[in-house]
């Protein structure tokens, strides 16, 4: 048996669009990745829970409730949790507010998170800046539907390379990106994330919502997207140093099943360094 890596300790880390409630929803990577690190501050920034799905048809096994259990654990441990709502868990926005924390888990609609270096950065779920979901809801619950077919195509593929002995891969992001307006689509919303931030007069943002994980410079301004736990198996964390880094955990995954002797920790998928004159960190979350 193989033994246990130690836990990777971050000063923060940021998830969002684990979509609980969903079928495609890879909660078993999740509960994987959140059992072996450790952070300071951890940010659910929206669409934890797909509420959308689950007003459908109900859909919860025991791995998405031991997710639920990993986060609260780490919230009693001592980890700052602050949850901030989606539009697939819209229905938590109404009880947002700076004073509104339940079982430790902070419940704010969106906050300012300073980095050991000093840098400020809005973090938002980021469906504010999407003109399809903010405008037309009902051609968003149509792409909705859509998307659902494209997970089940990815499901089903997946079964397949289970059974042939391969690990996971995204075959409905594949797809997405393979689509040039839904190319352009990212590069719009990201630049309208990165413009919110200049306006606020902050270093960058942090945002989910696409399912793109993505750390650039937008006209100076530092966009960074955690991506999800549908498509990507992705998560962003602050190392100790005001460090990002983008860790794809399905890919790691596939590097560990194809040369398990080598050590799980992989290097960094991407790495944005820390400002070069650290300053004094100021509160982590503004509601």
Known sequence: ???????R???????SDTHLGMRGCRADLLLDFLRQVECEQLYLVGDIVDGWRLRRSWYWDPVHDQVIRRILAM????????YIPGNHDEVFRDWAGPEFVIAGVSLVREAVHEAADGRRFLVMHGDEFDSVVRYATLLAHLGDWAYDAALRLNRWFNAVRRRLGYPYWSLSQWLKL??????KAIDRFEEALAEEARRRDLDGVICGHIHHAEMRQVHGVTYMNDGDWVESCTALAEHADGRFELIDWAAEQR???????VSPVAAPVALIPPAPHPQASLPVAEG
């Open 75 to 82: 919230a009693r441990s001592g980890t700052r949790v602050t």
């Open 9 to 15: 300790r971050y000063r923060a880390i940021f998830l």
């Open 1 to 7: 048996m193989a033994p246990i890596p130690a836990p």
């Open 255 to 261: 590097r560990r099943h194809a040369a398990p002797v």
């Open 178 to 183: 393979q689509v040039k307006e839904a190319v």
